[in-house]
C-alpha cells in the first residue's frame, strides 16, 4: 500500500517551517544587534578613560607651600594641574622635611577640564588656557598615559582622580561573604530536600516557597536585610557584613535550585549500588552524590554569585550606595560595591564622569564574562552524562 | 573534605563575634541630601586626602530619609552628621528629640539655586513666577474657579507666551528638589491671584509633569531630545551643561551666582548640614570635618565648593553662622519656628 501526499499540505507544512525559522533568526538577530549597540555604545563612551592626561611639572618644595601648596608649581601652569597633586604638598613635605629648598620634575595629573579638552571632549577650559594646553601639547610636555589611577585609587570627586580600586575591593568582601553563607546552607538545604526529606504537604510548601523567593525582586531582600541585620542585630550600617548577609538571602534559592537539580541528575542506580553494597545513607551523599554533583552546584552558584555583584537595589537600602572612599578594613567597616560606584558616577554633575560611569561599566560587564564563563568552563569540563 | 567543613565552620563563628565586638567607629558617618551630597563628598574627600583620619562616609538618602536615620537615636550606629536641603522640620526636631538627640547644631552653608532650563536651540524664555505656577501646579483658577490644570500650551496662559506644548521632566516625590519648587513656586504664588487662596502647593500629575527620577543628567539628556520640554534641576547641572541647555528667566532674572546670592533669583533655598554635638568626643575627624567644611576654602566666596556648583553665603551672614557652629551653638525648636 503506497501513502499518499497532497502536495498542497506539504508544501503549507514545508513553508510553515520557513516561516518559523525566518522568525527565530529575526529574534536572535534582534537580540545581537541590542547587544551590539549596547556594548559599543558603551565602550565608544568609556574607552578614552583608560588613558589619562598627565602635565610635566617643576615642583618646588618651600615654606611657602605648607601655606598655599598651589604655589609650589608655575603659576601659569598652576591652573591645569589637578587639586589631587597639590593638596597632598603640604603633608609630604611635613613628613620628608629633607626636601625643603629642593625642586623635582615630575608627570602629575592634568585636572579634568584639561583632560577632556586633550581627548576632544566637552570642557569649560577659557580660550587662554586651551592656548596653554595646545602650547604645552607642541613642546611634549603634555601627554596621554595608561590610566593607572583608575584601578589603584578610591573613589574621588576629582574625575581624574576617581578609580574604583575601594569598589573592587568591597565587592570581593561581599562576594567572600555571599559565599561562606549561601553556599553551605544551601547545598545542605538542597541535599536534605533531595535526599532525606519525606514528600509531604511540609516539603511542598518548602520548595514553593523557595522558588518563589528565587523570583522576589532584589530590593525586598533589601528591606529584610536592613530590618533583620541593622536594625534588629545591630551590625554597622553600610558595613560588607551586613551587604553580604543580604546578598546571600538572595543567593540562598538559586543555589537550593542549582544543587537540586544537579543531585537530581544523578541516576538512582548509583544509590542504590552503593545502599546495596551496605553503605549508609550519608556515606551515599558523602561519598557520592556530592562529588559527582559538585560541577553542577558551581556552576549554579557561581551564576547566583554573578547576579548578585551586580545587585544594587538592596545594597541602597542598607546604605552602601553612598561616598565611601576608602578600601573596607574589615566587615564590619563601610564599603561599597562595583555596581554602586557606577550609580554613584551617573549622578555626578561633573562632565568628566560620563567616561568613568562607561569605563566602570566595561570592567563590571568583563568581570561578570569572565565569572560566567567560568561557569560554562566548569560545566563542559567536568559535566558526565549517564 | 571534612577539615575544610570546620575551618569554615570556625571562621564563621569568628567572624559573627568579630561583628558583634566592633562598636566603636573611627569613621564619620554622614547621611541625608542629594543635593548636598556633592559638597559634603568633596569636603569628605579632602579630609581624608590632607590629613590622618579616613575620609567620612557620605550617604544620599535625600534630607527627609537623612533625618531620620540622624534622629534615630545616639551612638555610633547612627550618623554623625545629617545634610539637608531645607531647613529641618519641627516633628523631625521632635521626634529627634525623643529619641535622645538633643544637643544639635545647624550649619547653613549656602544656597542653590532651582534651574527651569530648556534647549539650547530655543528662543531665549522669559516667564513669570506666576505664569510657571500656573504650567507646573496641580490645581489652577479658571474664571474664579479652582480646577485641575487645564493648560496643554504655553499661549493659553498668556497669550504672548509661544503656542508650544507644556512639558516638565522634573524631580518625583521623594525628592527635597520637588519639596523646594513646589513651596517657592507653587504656594508662593497663592494669595497674590485672585481666587487662589493658600493651601495650594501640589504640582500636576498628568502628562505635562514627567517625573525623571533623581538622577539630573537624565533631565538634561531629555531636553536634549525634547525640544518642547524644560527641565527642573539643580544650579550645578545647568553651570555643566551650558553648551547644550540654557535657563529660562523668572521675573526678568536668569539664575547666575550673583543673582541666587543676592535673593533676587526666585528659585533658590538655602544648603544645611546638622550635627550630633554629643558625638564630637567619640567620633574622631568630625571635629575636623566640622571646621573644613565652614572654612573659608570650601565654602567662602571663591572657596572650593563654589567650583562646583555651591553659591556662598553673604559675608557677614556666612561669618557669624561659622562662628555659631564652632562655637556649637544648640538648635532649638523656637530657632526653627521662627522663618
Not at chain 2, 534651574?115 to 483658577?141: C, G, R, W, Y
Amino acid at each position: 500500500m503506497s501513502i499518499e501526499i497532497d502536495p498542497r499540505s506539504l508544501r503549507s507544512r514545508k513553508n510553515a517551517e520557513a516561516r518559523f525559522r525566518a522568525l527565530s533568526y529575526m529574534a536572535i538577530g534582534v537580540a545581537g544587534i541590542f547587544l551590539v549597540v549596547f556594548f559599543a555604545d558603551i565602550i565608544r563612551q568609556g574607552y578614552t578613560a583608560f588613558q589619562q592626561t598627565e602635565i610635566q611639572v617643576e615642583i618646588a618644595y618651600s615654606q611657602a607651600i605648607l601655606d598655599n601648596p598651589r604655589s609650589a608649581i608655575d603659576a601659569k601652569i598652576g591652573p591645569l594641574v589637578s587639586r589631587g597633586v597639590t593638596r597632598i604638598l603640604p603633608m609630604h613635605l611635613r613628613e620628608n622635611p629633607g626636601l625643603m629648598g629642593t625642586t623635582e620634575k615630575l608627570w602629575v595629573l592634568a585636572n579634568a577640564e584639561v583632560d577632556q579638552y586633550v581627548k576632544g571632549k566637552a570642557n569649560r577650559l577659557k580660550p587662554r588656557e586651551i592656548a596653554l594646553v595646545d602650547e604645552l601639547v607642541a613642546a611634549g610636555a603634555v601627554k596621554k598615559a595608561f590610566n593607572t589611577g583608575f584601578f589603584t585609587n578610591g573613589d574621588s570627586k576629582l574625575p581624574e582622580m576617581a578609580g574604583i580600586l575601594s569598589a573592587a575591593v568591597g565587592t570581593l568582601y561581599l562576594l567572600g561573604i555571599t559565599f561562606i553563607f549561601s553556599f553551605p546552607a544551601g547545598v545542605m538545604a538542597a541535599i536534605y530536600l533531595e535526599e532525606f526529606a519525606p514528600d509531604n504537604r511540609l516539603m511542598q510548601i518548602v520548595e514553593v516557597n523557595i522558588n518563589n523567593l528565587a523570583a522576589i525582586p532584589s530590593i525586598l531582600f533589601g528591606l529584610l536585610g536592613l530590618a533583620i541585620f541593622i536594625n534588629f542585630m545591630g551590625f554597622p550600617r553600610s558595613s560588607a557584613l551586613v551587604g553580604g548577609l543580604t546578598l546571600a538571602l538572595m543567593t540562598l534559592p538559586v543555589i537550593i535550585i542549582a544543587t537540586r537539580a544537579a543531585v537530581r541528575a544523578i541516576p538512582d542506580s548509583i544509590r542504590e549500588g552503593a545502599l546495596a553494597l551496605g553503605a549508609t545513607h550519608w556515606q551515599v551523599v558523602w561519598d557520592h552524590i556530592l562529588p559527582l554533583s559538585l560541577p553542577g552546584i558551581l556552576t549554579g552558584t557561581i551564576i547566583g554569585l554573578a547576579r548578585a555583584i551586580g545587585e544594587t537595589a538592596p545594597l541602597l537600602i542598607i546604605g552602601m550606595v553612598a561616598y565611601i572612599q576608602d578600601m573596607p578594613r574589615g566587615v564590619t567597616s563601610a564599603a561599597t560595591v562595583l555596581p554602586a560606584q557606577i550609580y554613584v558616577w551617573s549622578s555626578e554633575s561633573m562632565r568628566a564622569f560620563t567616561e568613568r560611569t562607561s569605563a566602570g561599566i566595561i570592567v563590571l560587564l568583563a568581570v561578570l564574562l569572565s565569572m560566567n564563563a567560568l561557569a560554562i568552563l566548569l560545566r563542559n569540563k567536568y559535566e558526565r552524562k549517564w | 573534605m571534612n577539615r575544610f567543613l570546620r575551618k569554615s565552620i570556625f571562621a564563621l563563628a569568628l567572624l559573627l563575634v568579630g561583628a558583634g565586638m566592633a562598636q566603636a567607629r573611627d569613621q564619620v558617618k554622614i547621611t541625608g541630601s542629594s543635593t548636598v551630597f556633592p559638597f559634603s563628598s568633596y569636603v569628605a574627600e579632602e579630609l581624608g586626602a590632607t590629613t590622618k583620619f579616613p575620609a567620612p562616609v557620605v550617604e544620599s538618602t535625600g534630607s527627609g530619609g537623612g533625618h531620620k536615620l540622624f534622629g534615630a537615636g545616639m551612638g555610633p550606629n547612627t550618623p554623625d552628621i545629617a545634610n539637608s536641603s531645607r531647613r529641618m522640620k519641627d516633628s523631625e526636631f521632635e521626634n529627634a528629640a525623643k529619641n535622645g538627640v538633643v544637643d544639635i547644631t545647624e550649619a547653613k552653608i549656602g544656597f542653590d539655586g532651582i534651574a527651569v532650563a530648556q534647549n539650547k536651540d530655543n528662543a531665549p524664555m522669559s516667564i513669570s513666577l506666576e505664569e510657571l505656577a500656573m504650567a507646573v501646579a496641580a490645581n489652577v483658577p479658571v474664571d474664579g474657579k479652582i480646577v485641575p490644570n487645564p493648560y496643554t500650551k504655553w499661549n493659553e496662559i498668556n497669550p504672548n507666551l509661544p503656542a508650544r506644548k507644556i512639558v516638565f521632566y522634573g524631580p518625583p516625590t521623594s525628592s527635597g528638589t520637588r519639596d523646594a519648587f513646589e513651596e517657592m513656586v507653587v504656594e508662593k504664588v497663592c494669595g497674590k491671584i485672585e481666587g487662589y487662596e493658600k493651601g495650594y502647593k501640589k504640582i500636576r500629575q498628568d502628562s505635562a509633569y514627567v517625573p525623571a527620577g533623581e538622577n539630573d543628567n537624565l533631565i538634561v539628556q531629555k531636553l536634549s531630545k525634547d525640544k518642547d520640554a524644560f527641565g527642573i534641576f539643580g544650579y550645578s547641572f545647568l553651570e555643566e551643561n551650558s553648551d547644550t541647555i540654557q535657563a529660562a528667566s523668572i521675573n526678568g532674572v536668569e539664575p547666575t551666582p550673583e543673582t541666587v546670592a543676592a535673593g533676587k533669583y526666585p528659585i533658590s533655598r538655602s544648603l544645611y548640614f546638622y550635627i550630633k554635638n554629643a558625638h564630637y568626643d567619640a567620633i574622631p575627624g568630625l571635629k575636623e570635618y566640622v571646621e573644613l567644611f565652614m572654612s573659608e576654602k570650601m565654602i567662602g566666596k571663591d572657596g572650593l565648593l563654589k567650583g562646583i556648583g555651591l553659591i556662598p553665603l553673604p559675608d557677614d551672614a556666612r561669618a557669624k553662622i561659622r562662628e555659631d557652629v564652632l562655637a556649637k551653638k544648640k538648635l532649638t525648636l523656637e530657632d526653627l519656628k521662627k522663618k
